[in-house]
């Protein structure tokens, strides 16, 4: 069987599963911010990037520290900062955890930039002192002629986001696409689905994905 993980490279799974191959349909790049991250007492972490191009790692000592999901978590842990995650990486889940660790001060969102705004709104709309900073860029690659026939061949492809799944769409579906495609939160398969195709949700962490796809098809 093959499987197609389109994470990019700071992100895709760190996982040694031979039928799943990484193919990155965009490149993640550093770009400067300045903060002054004594201000803030919450910080969180929009992403696996966003944790990859953060160079301040040892000013978060005692602070309230959150991640979007658990490949961003394990990422900190590496750096050998603590974090919470939901169990379920996404915006909404994300959004419920905060409000169950309310504890006070002020918060900083660490994303990449034209990246979400949910959870930016949801602290704004609770009346918290929220600031952001974009610590990297997506970047298109500049051809997609070198990997189109691996994704007609696919029999699965996994979205990690919903750039990759643009992308996708734009550059390389086709009607010669046959594989069942996957999102790993509710808010990439509903926009999948706003591109009217099917999708179903997938658990990017579980240990057995490979089976769990297998079963799916």
């Given amino acids: 069987m093959n499987i197609i993980d389109t994470s990019s490279g700071t992100s895709s799974m760190d996982k040694s599963y031979g039928s799943i191959k990484n193919i990155p349909l965009f490149r993640t790049k550093g770009i400067e911010y300045q903060i002054d991250i004594h201000k803030f007492e919450n910080i969180i972490f929009q992403s696996m990037s966003s944790a990859a191009f953060f160079i301040e790692y040892e000013s978060l000592k005692n602070k309230n520290v959150f991640s979007m999901g658990k490949s961003t978590k394990d990422y900190l842990s590496k750096q050998g900062v603590k974090s919470v995650c939901p169990s379920i990486p996404g915006s909404a889940e994300l959004k419920k955890l905060l409000s169950k660790n309310k504890k006070g001060g002020n918060y900083l ?30 970047i298109k690659l500049e051809s997609y002629e070198n990997v189109r026939n691996e994704f007609y061949d696919a029999d699965a492809i996994i979205f990690p986001s919903t750039y990759a799944f643009k992308i996708f769409f734009e550059e390389i579906y086709s009607t010669k696409v046959k594989a069942k495609l996957f999102g790993i939160s509710k808010r990439i398969i509903d926009y999948i689905s706003s591109y009217d195709l099917d999708s179903d949700f997938i658990d990017y962490f579980s240990k057995d994905i490979t089976e769990s796809i297998k079963d799916s098809i």
């Avoid at 990449?112 to 930016?120: A, D, K, S, V």
């Fill in 109 to 138: 969102i660490v994303k990449g930039e034209n990246g979400l705004n949910e959870i930016l709104n949801y602290l704004n709309s609770s009346n918290e002192y929220v600031e952001e900073i974009n610590c990297y860029k997506r």
